[in-house]
């Protein structure tokens, strides 16, 4: 079991300090689940519109550009064919799909692997809970250099949907917010450093334990 000191927005300490759940934080990492997680991930952003026209599907004449024989060169029947400029191609890629199922154990253990990563670095900031009155990036970039993440990249998992906390961060490159349904093992390894705030670190260990 892991300790946590939880702070505030300004950097301080409130005294409180959050378990995090060794089933969850501290197991023996398993990099091949990693691996098959991101790859579906990512295979999951590719849109497969990619499409290339084949020989029947090239406008153009079919007439025979020249006799079959005595020409010393190879028989050719059309213009069309891949052979020659402007001919179609020859098995291009056709729109598909890239996706690919992984079972949900495995995704749950590629999570949790990355969270023992990122505990293991101590690369972990709890921070308490909080909401902002309307969005401002400047807020966001405050908070960020209260806590020393200023020139990180940092991905930001609150306990459930703030738009306003969201918006803030939406214009700083560096920086990422989801919620603790949306954790995902690509955002957890991508970022530097990971800010919980208090009331997600419960709703992790309930979706991963």
Known sequence: MMEISVLTQTGEDTGRKVSLNASVFGIEPKDHAIYLDIKQYLANQRQGTHKSKERAEIAGSTKKIKKQKGT????????????????????????RSYSFKLNKKLKALARKSALSY????????????????????????????NLNLADKKT???LSDSNENVFRSSKNI????????????????????????????????????S
Not at 78 to 91: A, D, E, M, N, T
Not at 118 to 135: C, G, H, M, Y
């Open 118 to 145: 990122k505990a293991a670095d101590q690369n972990i900031t709890v921070l308490e809970d909080f909401s902002f009155d309307a969005p401002k990036t400047k807020q966001y970039i405050s908070l960020l250099g």
């Open 173 to 208: 490159k560096k920086a990422k917010v989801i919620t603790a349904d949306q954790l995902n093992t690509y955002d957890l390894l991508h970022a530097d450093n990971l800010i919980l705030c208090e009331g997600s670190v419960e709703k992790i260990e309930n979706i991963l």
């Open 155 to 157: 991905l930001l998992v």
């Open 72 to 95: 010393g060169t190879a028989r050719a029947g059309s213009l069309k064919s891949p052979v020659f400029r402007g001919g179609g191609r020859i098995f291009g890629p056709r729109p």
